[in-house]
């Protein structure tokens, strides 16, 4: 069966107005990635959002007009957002900076690959270090985000892979606190909320919180819902599901009641 995650790609095209004379169009200067917004991620929203920068002689971006919508709210203001704080080469006519208009075109675009656990592992040890070492928020919100649609990518991963022994894998990505909470899981049901619980507790200025609650419960609600088939096809199992069953309610309790 072939193994599942989410690639994140964005790419961007400066287009320039029409030249006459010595006339050289802005310029985007951009070493980086683009901002794909996490709600658009998580919904597999994609789209192209076309805008027009009047960038001044100094190559700051004094207006931005959305051009042709992508039909996504998300994604629009993620491209106004963009093209505001990018930073640009100023036009130039016959040698001198002037101030001019010129368009981007911002392509958000979700993409299969095949799932591996190692590097999924791998890359999200990676983007936990960096969330530790950084201290700017905007960037850290980023990381945020980037490491957040790891999980989740993990979490569509079990969807098609429901197995327990990818709990082994998932263990390796928490704190020594998570690890114990929910250590009596492990051989037991696939267990993905663990991740997001594990992040609950260990962003707690996460700036979307809105959405890691409603995902963590539902997830926990799905664990509710394994482990319940799991006692019909072994009645055996019955005493130990009580059990489980009751730390998951009181988990969602207390997120309820936040």
């Given at each position: 069966m072939a193994r599942y995650g989410i690639l994140l790609l964005?790419?961007?095209?400066?287009?320039?107005?029409?030249?006459?004379?010595?006339?050289?169009?802005?310029?985007?200067?951009?070493?980086?990635?683009?901002?794909?917004?996490?709600?658009?991620?998580?919904?597999?929203?994609?789209?192209?959002?076309?805008v027009g920068v009047f960038v001044d002689k100094d190559g700051k971006p004094l207006e931005v007009n959305i051009l042709r919508s992508s039909g996504s709210e998300d994604l629009d203001s993620?491209?106004?957002?963009?093209?505001?704080?990018?930073?640009y080469a100023p036009a130039v006519y016959n040698d001198n900076p002037i101030g001019s208009w010129t368009r981007l075109e911002l392509r958000y675009k979700l993409q299969k690959i095949d799932f591996d656990e190692n590097s999924w592992l791998s890359e999200v040890r990676h983007i936990q270090r960096q969330i530790d070492e950084e201290k700017d928020l905007e960037k850290r919100k980023t990381l945020l985000q980037r490491l957040y649609t790891k999980y989740s990518g993990m979490v569509e991963y079990i969807k098609k892979n429901n197995e327990v022994k990818i709990n082994k894998t998932i263990e390796l990505a928490l704190t020594d606190s998570s690890t114990k909470k929910w250590r009596e899981f492990w051989d037991v049901i696939p267990a993905p909320f663990v991740l997001y619980d594990d992040f609950w507790e260990r962003y707690p200025d996460c700036p979307f919180k809105i959405i890691l609650k409603d995902d963590l419960m539902k997830q926990i609600i799905e664990a509710e819902y394994l482990l319940r088939m799991k006692t019909l096809k072994n009645p055996r199992f019955m005493q130990r599901s009580l059990h489980y069953l009751d730390v998951l309610n009181t988990r969602l309790n207390e997120l309820q009641n936040l």
């Open positions: 964005c790419s961007l095209i400066c287009g320039c107005a029409t030249t006459k004379g010595d006339y050289k169009a802005p310029k985007v200067l951009f070493d980086g990635e683009l901002d794909y917004p996490l709600s658009a991620q998580l919904n597999k929203v994609e789209g192209d959002v076309l993620a491209a106004v957002s963009f093209s505001r704080k990018v930073e």
